[in-house]
């Protein structure tokens, strides 16, 4: 499916724009099937959508919360508390303010000492959600998605062992630029989607990007081997990210 790109002034119009597919999305799930999944994204982009749906009135009005049920794309190898945990921002952002019963919020247990078992416990609770037969994918009705520039996306990075993952739902990957290890959803789970929108912004972005939004020609970057079997896949871009994509 030919990706829908979108670009927008500056990093707060991208948010209102992700917002406003956030709750489009998610009355549509609820109205279909009676609960809505999305898998959450860490970074300053991310942050400002969360900000925003918690904080706007009019929008957290429409949004069915107690349907909602959230989980992380990935996750630092640290504990919910610490000030690198995609949890915390997610939580101290939105989850903290709105109506989201705690049973509905399926955070990655990244305190976790070895990070193997916890990709395991997070690909039992992905198992257990969506009841899955053996070898069966879950279908999450959104992915939010960022993108370092280096072209990594969740915790996938060039070179990481992760990328080629075919079995597992959730893998536990070394990032040797960083030293530690990540948890983090792998391609399969994210390809098999509803709905991935990315959220790029920032100049120091552009020359990777470039490449990520070419059709043609092999995969270069993480990034680019996200690609919806059957979905949407959509890429919300601020004007200094696109530079010459336009």
Known sequence: MTPEIKIFADPIQVAREAAVEFVRLAEFAVQERGLCSVALAGGSTPKSLYSLLADDESLRQTIPWNKLHFFWGD??????????????????????????????????????????????????????????????????????????????????????????????????????????????????????????????CGAEKTEVLRTVLKEEGAAQYPAQLVRPFAGRLLWLLDESAAGESR
């Open 75 to 200: 996750e630092r190898h640290v504990a919910p508390d610490d000030k690198d945990s995609n949890y915390r921002m997610a939580y101290e952002a939105m989850l903290s303010k709105v109506p989201v019963p705690s049973s509905n919020v399926h955070r990655i247990r990244g305190e976790e000492p070895d990070a193997q078992k916890a990709a395991d416990a997070y690909e039992q609770e992905l198992q257990s959600f969506y009841q899955l037969e053996p070898e069966r994918l879950p279908r999450f009705d959104l992915v939010l998605l960022g993108m370092g520039p280096d072209g990594h996306t969740a915790s996938l990075f060039p070179g990481t062992t992760a990328l080629n993952e075919t079995k597992r739902l959730v893998a536990a990957t070394w990032v040797e630029k960083f030293k530690t290890y990540r948890i983090t959803m792998t391609l399969p789970v994210l390809n098999n989607a509803a709905n991935v929108i990315f959220l790029v």
